[in-house]
């Protein structure tokens, strides 16, 4: 299936690894020139050389932190018109609200709700006078269900969700669109990470405490990171313009409700 974005450029944020580096992928192999960015120049540049003699696209790479106003304009001096935008930053630490400090909220808040409205605001404009832009945000299945240990991912999420439900309407009759995808249990650093406080906190064996994880999704399994690229390109492609202000949810069935 051609999905009708070749020669687009596309910016992927926190793209080395995980769920970013997938959506990358991705959409490279859809023939979209590339600027991925990440923290780590090691990684991103490993990650890119990959991308680069797998499709052959332009691959640009850019070490900053995306979080921070510097990081947005020194992505955004390098690259200030992205046909297609993919937002997204690790998500905030796990634990008790109790042990939180404002300073923990602020940050939350800042990574995962501001940044993506910031980068937001300096692109779409371009975007709606060209007829054609794909924004796609990576947020969490937490929006729709939220998880108990993650209370800061599913403050600022939610936020962040709120804000696109409004402006997406905006946009689309330019041909922008804007949606969000929502990951489950997708087997990346993040769940391993996420697992092993978990499993510490309880007690259990950290193997033991996986399975039961992976026992409690529908599917029986965890998604993998293709499975999610392969959703985002979906969204960013030239058929997708009737479809805005939408919450993609791969979550392998775990969500309850049928809305």
Known sequence: ?????????AIVCASSKGLGLACAQQLAREGVDVVM????????????????????????????????PEGRAKVLAICPDPDILITNAG????GNFREWSREDWMAAVDANMITPIELIRATVD?????????????????????IEH??????AR????????????????????INNLLPGPFATDRLLQTTEKLARDS??????????????????????????????????????????????LLDGGIYPGTL
């Open 1 to 9: 299936m051609d999905l009708g974005i070749r020669g687009r450029t």
């Open 37 to 68: 960015l990440a923290r780590g120049q090691e990684a991103l540049e490993a990650a890119a050389q990959s991308i680069r003699t797998e499709t052959g696209v332009k691959v640009t790479t850019i070490a900053t932190d995306i979080t921070t």
């Open 91 to 94: 998500g905030p630490k796990p």
């Open 126 to 146: 371009k975007m709606i006078e060209r007829k054609f832009g794909r924004i796609v945000n990576i947020t969490s299945a937490s929006v729709k269900h939220p």
């Open 150 to 155: 993650l209370g800061l991912s599913n403050g």
């Open 158 to 177: 939610a936020g962040l969700t709120g804000f696109i439900g409004g402006l997406s309407r905006q946009t689309v009759k330019h041909n922008v669109t």
């Open 203 to 248: 007690g259990k064996n950290l193997d033991d405490f996986m399975a039961l994880r992976q026992a409690a999704v529908p599917a029986g399994r965890f998604g993998t990171p293709a499975e999610f690229g392969q959703a985002c390109a979906f969204l960013c492609s030239a058929g997708a313009g009737f479809m805005t202000g939408q919450n993609l």
